[in-house]
Nanobody
């Protein structure tokens, strides 16, 4: 059974940065597409970024140029580097290993 564990969330001021990590158990990580989603209070969960096995990335328009998704298959870990954070980026961020599992989420709060 695959399990995903996110970390790295927290409180940051507008304009600040955070790096989220998602560590996967099991041995299917390197062969799977991965992604980050987020869900703000009262809103639907939305895709933030995805990365394929070959490293091809895709971003939602609202994070392009600010967020960077990456993966390290040797560590079964995916990252989301978030720069120039805005209050509207406040949400619970989830990682997904497509077809297998979601993480439990990590809270990101952007506020002064």
């Amino acid at each position: 059974q695959v399990q995903l564990v996110e970390s790295g969330g927290g409180l940051v001021q507008p304009g600040g940065s955070l790096r989220l990590s998602c560590v996967a158990s099991g041995n299917i990580f390197s062969g799977s597409t991965l992604g980050w989603y987020r869900q703000a209070p009262g809103k639907q969960r939305e895709m933030v970024a995805t990365i394929t096995t070959g490293g091809r990335t895709n971003y939602a328009d609202f994070v392009k140029g600010r967020f960077t998704i990456s993966r390290d298959n040797s560590k079964n870990t995916m990252y989301l580097q978030m720069n120039s954070l805005k209050p509207e980026d406040t949400a619970v961020y989830y990682c997904i290993l497509y077809g297998y599992a979601w993480g439990q989420g990590t809270q990101v709060t952007v506020s002064s």
